[in-house]
């Protein structure tokens, strides 16, 4: 009985190892590339300082060795690594605070808009999919298919402008953004999933629409809907740029902007890693939940 | 619905064409400033008003276009064919390079889309001359939004090792580079023609999105994105309504492309 309940745990805990092994291969490598590309950037180690004429050959050299900016580039990986195993991201070189400080201080922003958005987001779009598939008629499907699709053709940016201009809350933008990706997938999982043979003997046996799409359809489009769930946490955080630069919310997406205008490579790769360790955690959750429901319909 | 395709297409046909005829039938070029007429309001002689600037907006309205719809397209083709070679060759060969091929797709498809293309674009210097600004902005495009593409051009490219198609070639004796070129390659048309037509109004919207957050096309060049900033100015709808001609240009473009591209092709 014991090995019967044992064996879907372990394969669980080897599943969940693989996907944290993996998620560490993908931070290395992706800290690597970034690594590497600030270290041969154009202007990488250089320093207003260095114009003074005043300074000798052996001053400026001694600056740039102050700075690592002959540093190989084996030897900045690893000084980035042993830094971040310490828990320091570094400083950023335009604000002239430590990362961890500046990620601390606009983090719960963005996790407030990305979160609020991607609440609205899935309940507007997973709700007026459910209405397109279950409604007889077709007109909620029509009108909600036309409004995804207008949505879907205007840049986040200018939804953020037109949001300024009617001076409405900007974190709603972030909704709008996921809501047309939202209702097109889920409405073709669903109507795909309603097209099954045991979809249409429920109904033959004469089972109402909310017992039919409960019961029968969300059970059977519920995995890739959870796939589609971790997908959007990526849309959500892309959209955080546009919004968070335009609308004036002081989160990580205006941090993002602010660091590639100002050319500040560490904080921008460092930024760039850790929206990316969230979407992987959120896919891998993702993943990992909608598991034993496939496994169960198999 | 097949004449709303034909109509798609043929709206698009007409606004390529009017772009690609800008030097013709734009009233002035789009750098001139009418230094007399800053910010004036539409009129017989600038249909759209001038900018700040005194730079006629039809003008730089056509222009503009034409950047986007040569670029993006430019762009579709680079990122498209990096898929056909990235995921051709994993799906053609299997093992270790497949899983290799897959794993750097998943990293990249990771990376929320803007905050790879900012990383990326900020790498490069930004003060550019405006024509190398577009070469940057639409090479990154192209160069990065090559790995949906490739998961799918990977799919295919395995279905089609393992169909009767492949194996017929091999009891001929077409084996190695002759099977791909003669055999796959020429089956992998439909997916890559399709991957092309639902990349263009991604990297169209990419680029205003870009663009408006000042890292994409470079002034004085104008381009969808780059007009599109004016809407910041704006304080009420009503106030300059004639601002929001590129956007309603943008948005019947890209929704024409999303027609012309099947459903099914979009949404799976």
Redesign the interface.
């Known amino acids: 009985m014991g090995s019967v309940v044992g064996k879907p745990r372990r394969r669980l805990v080897r599943k969940l190892s693989g996907h944290v092994a993996?998620i560490l291969?993908?931070l290395l490598?992706?800290g690597f590339l970034?690594a590497t590309?600030?270290r041969l950037?154009?202007?990488y180690g250089t320093n207003p300082e260095e114009l003074d004429s005043r300074l000798s050959a052996a001053s400026i050299q001694a600056l740039r060795q102050a700075r690592g900016a002959n540093e190989g580039l084996a030897s900045f990986y690893a000084h980035y690594l042993e830094r971040l195993v310490r828990g320091g991201l570094g400083e950023s070189q335009t604000l002239n605070e430590p990362v961890r400080q500046l990620l601390a201080e606009r983090f719960p922003e963005t996790l407030q808009s990305v979160g609020l958005g991607l609440a609205l987001g899935w309940m507007a779009g997973l709700a007026l999919a459910m209405a397109a598939v279950m409604s007889r008629t077709g007109i909620a499907g029509v009108a909600a298919g036309l409004l995804a699709?207008?949505l879907?053709?205007?840049?986040?940016?200018?939804l953020a402008?037109?949001f300024?201009?009617?001076q409405a809350p900007g974190r709603l933008v972030i909704g709008l953004i996921v809501f047309p990706n939202i209702f097109?997938?889920a409405r073709?999982l669903l109507a795909r999933a309603a097209a099954m043979p045991h979809v249409l003997t429920a109904r033959a046996k004469g089972l109402g629409n909310a017992r039919v799409l409960l019961r029968h359809i969300l059970p059977v489009a519920a995995p890739q809907l959870l796939a589609l769930a971790g997908v959007s946490v990526?849309?959500a955080?892309?959209?955080a740029?546009?919004v968070e630069?335009?609308c004036d919310l002081p989160g990580i997406g205006q941090l993002?902007?602010k660091?590639?205008?100002g050319?500040d490579?560490p904080l921008?790769?460092n930024?760039?890693m850790i929206?990316?360790l969230i979407?992987?955690v959120a896919?891998t959750v993702a993943d990992l939940v909608a598991q034993p429901r496939q496994a169960g319909e198999a | 619905m097949k004449w709303v395709r034909r109509g798609a297409m043929a709206f698009l046909v007409a606004v390529f064409a009017a772009s690609m005829l800008a030097n013709f039938i734009a009233p002035a070029s789009y750098a001139y400033q009418f230094r007399e007429l800053p910010d004036a309001a539409p009129s017989s002689q600038h249909w759209l008003g001038t900018d700040d600037l005194g730079r006629d907006r039809l003008s730089r309205l056509l222009y503009g276009t034409r950047v986007s719809l040569l670029l993006a397209p430019a762009a579709a083709l680079v990122s498209c064919a990096l898929a056909a070679a990235i995921g051709g060759a994993a799906g053609f060969a299997g093992g270790w390079l497949e899983s290799a091929v897959m794993?750097a797709t998943?990293?990249v498809?990771?990376?929320?889309?803007?905050?790879?293309l900012?990383?990326?674009?900020?790498?490069?210097?930004?003060n550019v001359a405006p024509i190398a600004s577009v070469a940057i902005t639409f090479a990154l495009l192209g160069c990065l939004g090559w790995a949906a593409a490739a998961r799918v051009v990977c799919a295919d490219a395995r279905t089609l090792k393992n169909s009767e198609i492949a194996l017929l070639a091999r009891a001929t004796g077409s084996g190695g580079l002759r099977l791909l070129w003669r055999h796959m390659v020429p089956n992998l048309k439909p997916v890559l023609y399709a991957q092309f037509w639902i990349s263009i109004?991604v990297f169209i919207?990419t680029e205003?999105?870009l663009s408006?957050?000042?890292?994409g096309v470079a002034e004085p060049l104008p381009s969808w994105?780059g007009l599109?900033r004016e809407?910041?100015d704006?304080?009420?709808?009503s106030a300059q309504p004639w601002l929001f001609a590129p956007?309603i240009l943008?948005?019947l473009t890209?929704?024409c492309f999303?027609v012309v591209v099947r459903e099914?092709e979009?949404?799976?």
Do not use: K, Q
């Open positions: 993996r291969v993908v490598a992706g970034g590309l600030v950037a154009p202007g699709s207008i879907l053709c205007v840049p986040a940016a200018v402008l037109l300024v201009i009617v097109h997938y073709n990526s849309m955080f892309a959209a740029i546009p630069v335009l993002a902007w660091a590639a205008m050319r490579l921008l790769v930024l760039t929206v990316t979407t992987l896919n | 794993a998943d990293l498809l990771s990376l929320p889309w803007l905050f790879l900012i990383t990326v674009r900020a790498f490069l210097p930004l109004p919207l205003a999105n408006i957050l000042g890292l994105g599109l809407l910041e704006l304080t009420s709808f956007l943008l948005v890209v929704s999303h099914e979009m949404w799976g």
